[in-house]
């Protein structure tokens, strides 16, 4: 008798942000496998066994998981944010094409609150008119593409949310798209630097992106660029609805 | 003495998808305006007055919370999925703009799940890589400027979330949105139509753009278009974490 699989989002970081339906299958999870900092947002409980694992696992903890649940396991994925978004469910569904033995297992995907509504909140409504999300890891695509989609983001004036600016690992990628978008004529254009959003030590920078720098983004912050009309109003930052 | 205004998503229908800090909100309201269908969501009870009102008539709707809020009340504007995506957030800042008077009311914007996530959720994964997401509306901005984003979204290979993609005032754009994309060469693209995912007359349908049909959306329809490396899985559909 097998078990179910279920990919759940746990939001920014605040208990605040998890929806009732995922809060419901954690209650209920025999097994939750993510990323070691996610894992440990379950508090443990009988019944319950946590398989915390390391960051560059995606695709071992997918596989991990199909087999728990195969095995009668009530199995939660979690991520933060949405897991939709650059995070486990695309995981999940490569592993499952590698292993078509899991593709009959009742598989669940749960949306969470993805990082840039949670930090486009916190600074107003940037991403209230067309917008685009981009990762800027170039771990499992060629820089060449980041950079095209950047280009292309600016000249269709989407404002531009984006993920994984800056690591350890990867210290040049986000010096050189703020170049790219420079080159692209978005000097005077809003950016803000939201980090650690709904967390305690939360902090939100807006200025323009000719003053924005390297540093001012690490493993924590989601980097929104406004659109050619994105405004200040007060203390808020907004996309204006009307486009002439 | 002030109230406070509150912007708050609702999520795309089911109550399993209201995030505790919306519900909240809505506990200690004493005045909810939104949209009639958004406002009917939330229940009647002594103390609590309702102020639905009608679709277009955001900014107006906007400038009557303000007045609200300042008048004392706890104000709660509330929009379906978030209120920072196509939504009510843009038209409070930009009511804000026009009465600086009360631009030191405590505001917040409360995030929810959006209906392109709640639509990939159902489908797989097809967010899982860079997209971006454009309102299909041209009742704000020039139909020009739609077309010119959808030819510069294909040449970026991002996958698309096409939000509000035809209502019986704009029974013509969804099919030439779809007519651009084919001209761009995205035929052989998967498209995804979700239309009212989580209500009980939820419905997903997946086929290549070549197969797809303006008269497939309306306007409970929200319609992802894969990127050219968008795959199925089984029942589900993904895009790929990598590209070479």
Same mark, same amino acid.
């Given at each position: 008798?097998?078990?179910?699989?279920?990919?759940?989002?746990?939001?920014?970081? &605040?208990?605040? +942000?998890?929806?009732?339906?995922?809060?419901?299958?954690?209650?209920?999870?025999?097994?939750? +496998?993510?990323?070691?900092?996610?894992?440990?947002?379950?508090?443990?409980?009988?019944?319950?066994?946590?398989?915390?694992? =390391?960051?560059?696992?995606?695709?071992?903890?997918?596989?991990?998981?199909?087999?728990?649940?195969?095995?009668?396991? @009530?199995?939660?994925?979690? &991520?933060?944010?949405? %897991?939709?978004?650059?995070?486990?469910?695309?995981?999940?569904? @490569?592993?499952?094409?590698?292993?078509?033995?899991?593709?009959?297992?009742?598989?669940?995907? +749960?949306?969470?609150?993805?990082?840039?509504?949670?930090?486009?909140?916190?600074?107003?409504?940037?991403?209230?008119?067309?917008?685009?999300?981009?990762?800027?890891? =170039?771990?499992?695509?060629?820089?060449?593409?980041?950079?095209?989609?950047?280009?292309?983001?600016?000249?269709?004036?989407? &404002?531009?949310?984006?993920?994984? %600016?800056?690591?350890?690992?990867?210290?040049?990628?986000?010096?050189?798209?703020?170049?790219?978008?420079? =080159?692209?004529?978005?000097? @005077?254009?809003?950016?803000?630097?939201?980090?650690?959003?709904?967390?305690?030590?939360?902090?939100?920078?807006?200025?323009?992106? =000719?003053?924005?720098?390297? @540093?001012?983004?690490?493993?924590?912050?989601?980097?929104?660029?406004?659109?050619?009309?994105?405004?200040?109003?007060?203390?808020?930052?907004?996309?204006?609805?009307?486009?002439?």
């Amino acid at each position: 008798m097998s078990g179910t699989l279920t990919i759940a989002g746990l939001g920014p970081g &605040s208990d605040a +942000l998890v929806t009732p339906e995922v809060s419901t299958a954690l209650a209920t999870a025999t097994d939750i +496998l993510g990323y070691a900092p996610y894992v440990s947002r379950v508090a443990p409980r009988p019944g319950l066994t946590l398989h915390p694992s =390391d960051n560059r696992a995606e695709l071992q903890r997918a596989a991990e998981a199909l087999r728990l649940a195969a095995d009668g396991g @009530e199995v939660v994925v979690v &991520s933060s944010g949405d %897991p939709g978004v650059f995070a486990m469910a695309s995981a999940v569904f @490569e592993a499952l094409e590698l292993a078509p033995q899991y593709q009959d297992l009742p598989i669940r995907v +749960l949306p969470g609150i993805t990082a840039m509504l949670a930090a486009a909140a916190r600074a107003g409504a940037p991403l209230g008119h067309d917008f685009c999300a981009i990762n800027l890891s =170039d771990n499992l695509k060629p820089w060449a593409v980041i950079e095209k989609r950047l280009r292309l983001a600016a000249e269709a004036d989407f &404002s531009i949310a984006m993920y994984n %600016p800056r690591s350890a690992s990867r210290p040049d990628g986000f010096g050189r798209a703020l170049a790219v978008l420079k =080159d692209a004529g978005c000097g @005077e254009r809003l950016v803000i630097f939201a980090r650690a959003i709904s967390a305690p030590d939360e902090k939100i920078v807006t200025l323009t992106l =000719d003053d924005a720098t390297p @540093e001012m983004a690490d493993m924590r912050t989601l980097v929104i660029v406004g659109n050619s009309q994105t405004r200040r109003v007060g203390r808020w930052v907004y996309a204006p609805r009307q486009v002439r």
